[in-house]
């Protein structure tokens, strides 16, 4: 008996330790799952708030480690019109140009800048050249033909990677001929043709230009001069030739067989761009002319160039930021392209 009633309180002991260990789970879980839902609203809240501070957010995933969320991406450029003009952030109104439209402009005007700019393409070579200019994080000029080394249209998506990526798209005419040789009337033409083509590729149209040649803008035919200058000043265009010719595209070939060793072609680039730079006090600004329709401009001349610029202690900059203009002036206007753009240039 004595064993039956010892046994019978130690029953109801562990009858009361069990509901209390069940009592004190059951609190456990509640407490657990409501801490938890407190703790999940707390990391919704930083998530929010890492939207808009971008900064040391470092959300933890479900193992409880930091994990590294790459930011949101920049708004790379400036809104107008309700289009993005790329790479450029500027604040505030456009300001008023600082160049003239009609005038010629052989040279850069702002100190310690150098401006390397492409004529004649796009061309095949230019995707290449475009790889190039991102590794150095540079940006340039190009004055681009409408049609000359083949079609505007079939190439547009290089002319889009261009644009984009913050280089300047000026004009070098749709067919590159001499204007010297034209009247006005198709002056304008040569002009406009490629005007819509930038608006439907682009949605910008220039306003910097350079004569194919130079013809108009060197000075060497009064009335001819005279009247292309006329001509490009009622279209509202600036005029820009350069102090720099590298002359590729009179010793070279644009491809394979070529007429010089490479060395021979560096050599007399050196020739051409120290004339042009040890003539002038030093980080006295130049305006260089190339031609992306070369490979050897860009597999050899321009890496070279590049290197050699930056080692005097130059920026590289397009012509209408080493001429003083707000990049919005770079353009006549800017707006949205057009939702499809011809893909074959009418003859
Ligand atoms: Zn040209």
Not at 39 to 66: C, H, R
Not at 209 to 218: H, N, T, V
Not at 304 to 318: D, F, R, S, T
Request: charged share 20%; aromatic share 6%.
């Amino acid at each position: 008996m004595a064993e039956k009633s010892e046994k019978q309180p130690m029953q109801r002991k562990n009858k009361i330790l069990i509901a209390v260990i069940a009592l004190l789970v059951v609190a456990g879980v509640v407490l657990g799952v409501v801490f938890g839902l407190k703790s999940k609203n707390a990391t919704n809240d930083q998530d929010k708030k890492s939207d808009s501070v971008k900064e040391d957010s470092k959300p933890t995933d479900n193992s409880g480690n930091n994990t590294v969320t790459p930011p949101p991406p920049k708004v790379n450029g400036t809104m107008i019109n309700g289009v993005l003009f790329p790479y450029y952030v500027l604040d505030g109104p456009t300001p008023a140009p600082v160049t003239t439209v009609g005038t010629v402009y052989s040279n850069c005007k702002v100190p310690n800048t150098f401006s390397i700019s492409f004529d004649d393409g796009p061309s095949q070579y230019t995707t290449a050249l475009l790889d190039l200019l991102d590794k150095e994080g540079i940006k340039v000029t190009f004055f681009v033909n409408g049609n000359n080394d083949g079609c505007i249209y079939e190439k547009q998506e290089i002319v889009k990677r261009a644009y984009k990526s913050g280089h300047q798209i000026a004009s070098h005419t749709w067919s590159h001929p001499s204007l010297l040789t034209l009247t006005p009337e198709k002056i304008t033409e040569e002009m406009t043709k490629l005007e819509t083509a930038l608006k439907d590729i682009l949605g910008v149209v220039p306003r910097y230009m350079r004569p194919p040649f130079g013809d108009g803008g060197l000075g060497t035919n009064p009335a001819g001069d005279k009247k292309v200058q006329d001509t490009l000043r009622g279209l509202n265009y600036v005029i820009t030739t350069w102090d720099i010719a590298s002359g590729d595209a009179n010793i070279d070939s644009h491809a394979p067989p070529y007429k010089l060793s490479d060395a021979a072609l560096l050599a007399a680039q050196q020739k051409e761009y120290n004339v042009g730079i040890s003539g002038s006090p030093k980080g006295a600004p130049h305006m260089a002319l190339q031609h992306d329709t070369y490979e050897r401009t860009v597999s050899l001349i321009t890496p070279w160039a590049i290197k050699m610029v930056k080692e005097l202690g130059y920026k590289i900059v397009p012509v209408g930021e080493c001429l003083g203009d707000d990049p919005r002036n770079w353009y006549k206007s800017i707006e949205a392209p057009a939702a499809t753009a011809p893909t074959k240039c009418v003859p």
